[in-house]
């Protein structure tokens, strides 16, 4: 404290003040004045240097404290139950170090996504990539035209996945980052869900899967028919949404299987259920299902794990969100959900 010139300047001044007032207690009241004075001043002077010194010891600790965390130390719990300025500093400062802390954990969870994106979209691009080049090897050395429309054809399949995976990880990143604005209106429930199946109508003819589009209207008693009602979404985020179910659905079910969409309207949310009769998602799997480049055991040799991922960040994105049942062997039941007020 002696090395602080602040505190050097005080005490002097205190000093001279007290041997100021002291004199002149002795002018004019005498002998006695002078030690009253005296006394008086010391006593104000050691309490002003205690008092300041422990300010200065409370400061300097929360300057160690600051340092630690700049250093990259934890940031410690520095409250205490006091009043006063130092309390209020104290409180301020562990605030603004908590949210430091915080958001230094998110840029280093942050990172490590990065890095594991990177990584899996690295395998997701190698494994086409290797095919290609293995083709194209082929090619330059192969005459027979009908092996050459085979190797183009492989060729054109394995582009179209890199294709797919490029522009669904372009679509995600977006929505990550808040580029894209969901535009909500009212669409019919009943055009959505034909919307959602056209391009799936070829595939389930051919695999001889029935598909059963059922609306109900839930807000009314023993859930009556309902002929149509709306839904407030974004129309085509929405449909891609749930065209990456039922397009899950139909890759996991045997030919003669069953889909079947039903929505439902209720009080608090507008519902649609796609259920299927495929191999269902076992135990271990059903948790991790909308995590990004997750491939459950039943999952096929294309697939990537992205597509149920997409899905759930778009509803996410609409204050929405998808839940899933499943039975493995049984089935498995998506329900979206559109809640009419936000939760």
């Known amino acids: 404290m002696l090395n602080n010139k602040e505190f050097k300047y005080m005490i002097v001044a205190a000093a001279v003040l007290t041997v100021a007032a002291s004199i002149c207690g002795y002018a004019f009241c005498g002998v006695s004045a002078f030690f009253i004075m005296l006394m008086l001043g010391i006593t104000l002077t050691t309490m002003f240097a205690v008092t300041t010194i422990r300010r200065y010891k409370d400061l300097d600790a929360l300057n160690s404290y600051l340092v630690s965390v700049l250093a990259g130390g934890e ?34 969870k942050d990172k490590v996504a990065l890095s594991n994106a990177i990584a899996d979209i690295s395998h997701q691009l190698k494994t086409p990539l290797t095919s290609m080049i293995v083709m194209n090897d082929l090619l330059k050395s192969e005459d027979d035209k009908d092996k050459r429309i085979e190797f183009l054809q492989t060729q054109s399949n394995q582009l179209d996945r890199m294709n797919w995976l490029i522009q669904t990880l372009l679509k995600l990143s977006k929505i990550d980052a808040g580029t894209i604005a969901m535009k909500t209106e009212k669409v019919a429930v009943d055009a959505l869900v034909r919307e959602v199946i056209k391009p ?48 899950n659905c139909i890759e996991h079910m045997e030919s003669g299987g069953t889909l079947t969409i039903s929505a439902s309207d209720t009080n608090i949310y507008n519902e649609i259920i796609i259920e299927d009769t495929g191999c269902g998602i076992s135990t271990e799997d059903l948790p991790h299902i909308f995590e990004r480049f997750y491939k459950g055991k039943n999952a096929g040799k294309n697939s990537v794990g992205i597509g149920l991922a997409l899905a759930k960040t778009i509803m996410n994105g609409q204050h929405g969100d998808i839940v899933v049942e499943s039975t493995e062997g049984a089935g498995t039941k998506f329900s979206v959900k559109f809640y009419k007020t936000i939760i």
Do not use: H, P, R
Request: glycine content about 2%.
């Open 200 to 247: 799936f109508e070829i595939q389930m003819e051919l695999k001889d899967i029935t598909c059963s589009c059922i609306y109900l209207d839930a807000s009314k008693d023993n859930n009556v028919a309902a002929a149509n009602f709306d839904i407030n979404c974004d129309i085509n985020w929405t449909i891609e949404a749930i065209q990456n179910i039922v397009k």
């Open 75 to 108: 940031a410690l719990n520095i409250l205490d139950q006091e009043e006063g300025e130092i309390s209020l500093l104290k409180t301020n400062i562990y605030k603004a170090t908590t949210t430091l802390n915080y958001q230094k954990n998110l840029l280093t």
